[in-house]
């Protein structure tokens, strides 16, 4: 209530006429309404679960709680919910105009460097202290390793701690702060005495290794985590040769462009689509089709901070927008809340997305079935508001075989004339129609978020495929954190 008096005058009208009717008038507002309203409420949360926090006593400074939920039980701090939420800090941080508001985001981004630099020290179940310990997938909120069994190592983590934390640096730089990301952040000594340097050393040896992926499931070699891994390289690579460690630099580069041939052999030319997992050697064994939604994080989660260009698995390549269209086919068929498909505006919704079709995850156990998760339904929205972006920036979009079929089943431009190998450039009216089509589809998914999603803006990790309603971890940081990135990409 308080939040949505602050929209102004016309939302304030609204409001009242929410509180006295329940729901019912919430749902008149736009999505800008919505948005407004919902981006200081998932602020708040995400700020929340950043120790120290008012909730959760035990969390050292820096940690990152990936949700206060008890059942399932989500008090820790995993390395990649860590990093995800804390780039989303840092996009805040970024943004910020108020001096105090940016000291006490400031405070918070230097508690997670010290936090994450005392993980990199403790000895856990995955190895040693600046060692193989690195691919531990989650600590204790007080900083503690974990001993109960899980799947570990998870080799993403560390990579995406150092884009975000490449992040940050950029930021400092700029700012003047040299000294302090030398001695924090970045410092070309070996062995490693700093958190970016300990976690490029760690990916850059072991990036070859079988880990389990990113839903903790299944050991192997990942899409995602050899993305994230390649994208961390790179960035590590630029702080590296910026701060004079040019052969560290090199020797990064390197590690990144071995991955690509290994990147490459995800793209199935049968079925036509990449496929999540290769070499597999252990944990479940039901993921059949090989589509997972993560492939869509894979190419967000990597693609620069920095504006840089680089085409490989962007978002707007052939491959990833082929794929991510056969995700979206298969869940609409797989969940039944996706029969319904316009919100009560009557404005269209996008398909609920989970994580894979198979899932059995439930949130209490997995022997039940899965259902469509924020995180992934808010990607979708992400990933076409930055391939209009991408393709504003170039002012040129050339007709590909996946592009055809993106704006032939996109509703808005289902009846646009475009034939693959032509090249519509910013002069041609078609420009600006593809560019408002990908947006509004974009939209669409942020309205199916909106849907399941509490009138309050509570975000939990997944709503039932059958019901809609939330279920599993309430208030996940990452939900949260994925509003905010997909929101900062519409705004553009
Ligand atoms: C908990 C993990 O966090 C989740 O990703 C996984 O699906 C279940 N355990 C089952 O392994
Ligand atoms: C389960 C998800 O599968 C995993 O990706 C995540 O790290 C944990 N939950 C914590 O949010």
């Given amino acids: 209530m308080t939040q949505r008096t602050r929209v102004g005058g016309a939302v304030l009208v609204l409001s009242l006429i929410w509180s006295s009717f329940g729901a019912v008038a919430a749902h008149a507002d736009t999505l800008e309404q919505w948005l407004h309203v919902q981006l200081p409420y998932s602020t708040r949360v995400l700020l929340d679960n950043v120790g120290p926090s008012a909730g959760v006593p035990n969390a050292a400074p820096g940690a990152v709680i990936a949700s206060q939920s008890y059942e399932p039980f989500y008090r820790y701090h995993w390395t990649r919910d860590g990093a995800l939420t804390m780039e989303a800090v840092v996009g805040l941080y970024e943004r910020a105009t108020d001096l105090q508001h940016k000291a006490r985001l400031r405070g918070l981004l230097a508690d997670y460097v010290s936090f994450s630099r005392q993980n990199q020290l403790t000895d856990n179940p995955s190895g040693g202290a600046d060692d193989l ?168 989660h990597a693609s620069p901070r920095n504006g840089a260009k680089d085409s490989f698995y962007a978002v707007t390549d052939d491959r990833i927008l082929a794929t991510a269209a056969r995700i979206a086919q298969s869940f609409r068929q797989v969940y039944a809340v996706n029969s319904r498909d316009r919100d009560w505006n009557a404005q269209a919704m996008g398909v609920g997305i989970g994580r894979y079709p198979e899932d059995r995850y439930s949130g209490t156990n997995s022997s039940n079935q899965g259902n469509p998760w924020f995180l992934a339904t808010n990607a979708y929205a992400e990933l076409y508001y930055r391939c209009a972006k991408t393709w504003e920036q170039q002012g040129s979009i050339r007709v590909t075989r996946a592009r055809a079929a993106l ?31 990908l947006r509004e589809t974009g939209d669409t998914y942020l309205r199916r978020s909106r849907f399941h999603a509490d009138a309050h803006g509570a975000m939990s990790e997944q709503f039932n495929r059958d019901t809609g309603y939330m279920q599993s971890a309430a208030e996940l940081t990452w939900s949260h954190a994925s509003v905010l990135t997909a929101a900062w990409e519409r705004g553009k």
Avoid: C, M
């Fill in 133 to 300: 310990g690195l691919g531990e997938p989650k600590f204790n909120i007080d900083g503690s390793a974990f001993t109960g069994s899980w799947g570990r190592p998870q080799n993403d983590g560390p990579a995406l701690r150092v884009s975000t934390l490449v992040h940050l640096a950029r930021l400092l730089l700029k700012e003047g702060h040299e000294d302090w990301v030398r001695k924090n952040l970045y410092s070309p000594s070996l062995p490693a005495r700093t958190v970016i340097k300990a976690d490029l050393e760690f990916i850059s040896h072991h990036w070859g290794d079988a880990s389990f992926d990113l839903w903790e499931e299944t050991k192997g070699d990942h899409f995602y985590t050899r993305l994230v891994q390649r994208r961390g390289l790179l960035d590590g690579a630029e702080l590296a040769e910026h701060l004079s460690d040019f052969a560290a630099a090199q020797w990064y580069r390197s590690q990144a462009a071995a991955l690509e041939p290994e990147l490459n052999r995800h793209w199935d030319s049968q079925r036509g689509y990449l496929t999540v997992t290769l070499n597999q050697v252990g944990g479940l064994d039901y993921k059949s089709s090989g589509l997972d939604s993560a492939i869509v994080l894979a190419a967000l």
């Fill in 407 to 437: 704006f032939h089943q996109t509703g808005n431009l289902s009846s646009l004339q475009a034939n693959v190998g032509e090249v519509i450039s910013r002069d041609d009216p078609r420009f600006q129609v593809v560019l408002d089509g």
